[in-house]
């Protein structure tokens, strides 16, 4: 079998245009390669301005590797490509070249600044309506190269020459303005023509000054200008460039868009379109002058991650009409977008479009979105041929659309694809994988593939339908572990630890979400919480351990120091951090509506337990970092914290102060109990279980842990019992009744139908979805053994009544797989191990074996208990 290697793969970049790494780290994969075969070192070769360098190291590395030749200068352009060495001192062919261009890496790069409309405005009004800007410019024969970089106080879309500039969304995303905006590049090469150009710009409110928050929010957050800053740049044969800038030159016009808002949505009217405003030649004579506002262009970054995209079409699956007359879309899945209608009507007609995800009664409810109006208004030109439109600069989760104003037969138009749902989030790439012989447990998964998706729009949110879709710390904390295995979220979870880090406060505190806004007393101003806190070590060791990227271990140890440092000084010599103010085990199922923190496990407990977890977190950071000085100190805070938690929470039968479940599988999960105490815990807990009825008692602090507290302390079976029961509260509830995605509240729908009366109801949020996690490490039996799938983990535990489980994971190295099933002759696996990385195979009752890359199939025969 010949050597084949990928092209490389750049940083943790999908596409390497207009990069923010100087000296970017590279990765492949060994697409295949003949049995035994091991890689004892690499080529690199660079080309750059047609000098080809070539560098050779005696390493099995091949995931983000170092940079071997001089930094890129900005706006440079590289091909690289790799070849592989084995153990024989054979070479395999080369890979296909990747191209990498540096963006602009300097300050000084930047000659454009931001420019807006100068009308005025009330600031703290809704309905601002935002502007057009357009300007003109010559363009010489002979272009060679023609890059855009665009950013904006607000969001954008581009023109020029009247096409559309790239295909992402809500661009520049939310960051921390003050520190961090993110610019973008576009390859507009195509869209240049000799002689006379145009380019224009939407503007949208979006993050930047649009209303956020509960309670009738807050405006104007980051500023209450609404600007464009761009920066095109034509290259031409010659080696000359010419800029054209954003700057006072410009005009402005009012948009089609009358208001546009996150929460609320979007009013368009045709009627008041620009014909051909984005083309040269149009006669802006009555468009207005622009201010040039400020923008330290120090703070502009590029982007770690991808943008947000369309990524799916969703057809309605039935048209409604309600007891009220009320016509309504069922698009049978709660998805995250905004509708695009086609269609023809008189000048002046408007629909309306309401989203929401629940009917209640047989209509629209809407008090799930508390104030946010959720709604999209397209008013019709009039035009014969007919007219299409969609919300720029909305989003909306929803699974019913509401549709007033329709001309004609709405049931026709629907068939004929008149109305369709557009799916968006960060166009991350799939990685992940997951099936069984339970529809049911399938479709659990589905949802919280669904709920993923819903929820990572630029950054990860706890909802994204209601006036609130913040960064919640505490929800990602729990939920990475199985983001990274169903995406690879690593650019754009990296990204927002940077932000995690500028909203820290100097004392370590981290904000309950990020980036932060202000809100009620309960939430400002910050005050450390563990749980959501501690985002700032999970997340980053998350992130090493599923892709091997110890650059956001480097980068974030200060961060991750910081918040435990804190936590040493808030608990002083006791190690307990048994004072102030705690979410504890949030929407525990017992708490009531009205107090989502009443939980049944102690939250001073919950808070001393995260407290062990990222001391000895921060110690493993250390450690990998080659700073052993600190590593045993920290290591050390973490001994003493969980003696400190045992002396204080647990008896020495065993049995915890909060007798309940939240409680034992922290204790167990954490590895907080000696090893004398750990099976009379495990025990106590399959009781709390089994006297529950196997039904759920944790909220979002101890969903993640319990199955894996019961299942690696020999309680399989129970865990079994507990993800497969249907009754309320369990996770195959929520299916039973209809869910699509992941619920925020273990009951958001009560069994007769009817909406939970919490404020915070929500029908799409991933943190309990986190159990998705041990579906792929324990049911399935895929997990990483060593940092980013160096060594793999095959692991079946089958129980259940489940015949059969399998699952794919994108590794760094390439996919790896494991599918097994059980039958009369016993327990059959297969499993695929890419090459470059190894696996041991761990199968119940049998001596754990390494395997070497390639399909390896073996069979344990079968026991009483499995056939039982």
Request: glycine fraction near 10%.
């Amino acid at each position: 079998m010949t050597v084949t290697v990928s092209a490389p793969r750049v940083e943790h970049h999908r596409e390497a245009l207009g990069i923010g790494e100087s000296t970017p780290r590279l990765s492949w994969a060994v697409t295949s390669a003949p049995a035994g075969w091991r890689q004892a070192g690499y080529r690199v070769e660079i080309s750059r301005e047609g000098v080809v360098e070539s560098f050779e190291r005696n390493t099995a590395d091949q995931v983000l590797v170092p940079w071997p030749s001089a930094p890129l200068a900005s706006r440079e352009r590289a091909e690289v490509r790799i070849a592989a060495r084995g153990a024989d001192g054979a070479w395999s062919p080369a890979s296909d070249w990747t191209s990498i261009e540096a963006g602009l890496l300097a300050a000084a790069d930047w000659t454009a600044g931001p420019i807006g409309a100068i009308w005025n405005e009330n600031p703290h009004s809704d309905r601002r309506r935002p502007a057009l800007l357009r300007s003109e410019f010559s363009a010489r024969p002979g272009i060679v190269r023609a890059r855009l970089y665009a950013t904006a106080h607000g969001v954008y879309q581009v023109e020029l020459n009247g096409r559309r500039v790239g295909d992402d969304l809500l661009s520049p995303g939310w960051t921390v303005y003050r520190e961090r905006l993110r610019y973008y590049t576009y390859d507009v090469t195509e869209l240049v023509e000799p002689g006379a150009n145009a380019i224009g710009a939407w503007l949208g409110d979006g993050w930047y000054r649009g209303r956020l928050g509960w309670r009738g929010g807050f405006r104007n957050l980051s500023g209450d200008d609404l600007s464009f800053l761009g920066q095109l740049e034509l290259t031409y044969d010659d080696g000359t460039r010419e800029v054209v800038a954003t700057d006072t030159t410009w005009k402005a016009a009012r948009s089609p868009i009358v208001a546009s808002g996150i929460y609320d949505g979007e009013d368009y009217d045709a009627r008041e379109e620009l014909a051909g405003w984005s083309h040269a030649g149009f006669d802006d004579g009555e468009w207005s002058r622009v201010q040039l506002r400020r923008r330290d262009p120090a703070t502009l970054v590029a982007p770690t991650g991808p943008p947000v995209r369309v990524t799916q079409e969703v057809h309605p699956v039935a048209v409604l009409t309600t007891p009220s007359g009320r016509r309504i879309l069922d698009f049978g899945q709660n998805l995250v977008g905004f509708v695009r209608l086609r269609g023809s009507a008189p000048a002046g007609t408007t629909v309306t479009l309401r989203t929401a995800e629940v009917l209640q009664d047989g209509e629209l409810y809407t008090r799930p979105l508390r104030e946010a109006k959720s709604t999209d208004r397209y008013t019709f030109a009039g035009r014969r041929d007919g007219e299409e439109w969609e919300p720029r600069f909305t989003f909306h989760g929803f699974r019913y659309v509401e549709v007033d104003g329709w001309v004609g037969d709405l049931d026709a138009a629907v068939a004929d694809g008149a109305l369709v749902a557009r799916v968006i989030h960060t166009d991350l790439a799939r990685t992940g994988w997951f099936e069984s012989s339970d529809p049911l447990l399938n479709k659990l998964h589905d949802n919280v593939v669904w709920g993923m998706r819903g929820n990572f729009v630029d950054v990860p949110t706890d909802c994204p339908q209601r006036d609130e879709r913040l960064g919640w710390t505490g929800d990602i904390q729990v939920f990475a572990p199985t983001a990274s295995f169903l995406y690879d979220c690593s650019g754009m979870l990296s990204g927002w630890l940077r932000d995690l880090e500028a909203e820290q406060l100097p004392d370590g505190t981290v904000p309950w979400f990020v980036p932060v806004i202000p809100a009620d007393t309960m939430w400002t101003p910050q005050r450390p919480g563990a749980a959501w806190g501690d985002a700032a070590t999970v997340v980053p060791w998350t992130l090493y351990e599923r892709f091997g990227d110890l650059g956001v271990l480097r980068a974030q140890y200060e961060s991750a120091r910081k918040w435990v440092d804190l936590q040493a000084e808030i608990s002083g010599p006791s190690r307990l951090w048994d004072t102030g103010f705690q979410l504890g085990d949030w929407l525990d199922p017992a708490a009531p509506p009205h107090d989502p923190a009443d939980a049944r496990t102690d939250r001073h407990l919950v808070a001393t337990a995260y407290f062990a977890l990222s001391a000895s977190l921060v110690a493993g950071m250390a450690d990998a970092l080659g700073d052993a000085e600190s590593a045993a100190r920290y290591g050390t805070l973490a001994d003493e914290v969980r003696a400190a938690f045992v002396a204080r929470y647990v008896d020495e039968h065993g049995r915890m102060t909060s007798d309940a479940q939240t409680a034992y599988a922290l204790a167990l999960r954490f590895d907080l109990l000696p090893e004398g105490l750990r099976d009379a815990a495990a025990e106590r807990l399959a009781e709390l279980v089994r006297d529950a009825g196997n039904r759920i008692a944790t909220g979002f602090v101890g969903t993640p842990v319990l199955a894996d507290a019961l299942s690696a302390h020999g309680r399989l079976d129970t865990a079994y019992d507990l993800l497969l029961e249907q009754e309320c509260p369990s996770w195959l509830y929520q299916v039973q009744m209809g869910a699509t995605t992941i619920w925020e509240r273990w009951d958001s729908m009560l069994p007769d139908g009817t909406v939970n009366s919490g404020s915070m109801t929500s029908f799409n949020h991933y943190a309990l979805g986190a159990v998705a996690d041990w579906l792929h490490r324990v049911v399935a039996g895929l997990a990483p053994d060593a940092p980013g799938y160096r060594r793999i983990r095959f692991a079946p535990r089958p129980g259940g009544g489940l015949t059969s489980a399998s699952a794919r994971h994108v590794t760094p190295y390439g996919e790896a797989e494991i599918a097994w099933q059980l039958d009369e002759e016993g327990l059959r696996v297969r499993v695929v191990v890419p090459v470059g990385a190894e696996g041991v195979l761990d199968l119940e009752g049998e001596e754990p074996e390494m395997l070497g890359h390639g399909t390896h199939e073996r069979t344990v025969p079968a026991r009483v208990k499995e056939i039982a």
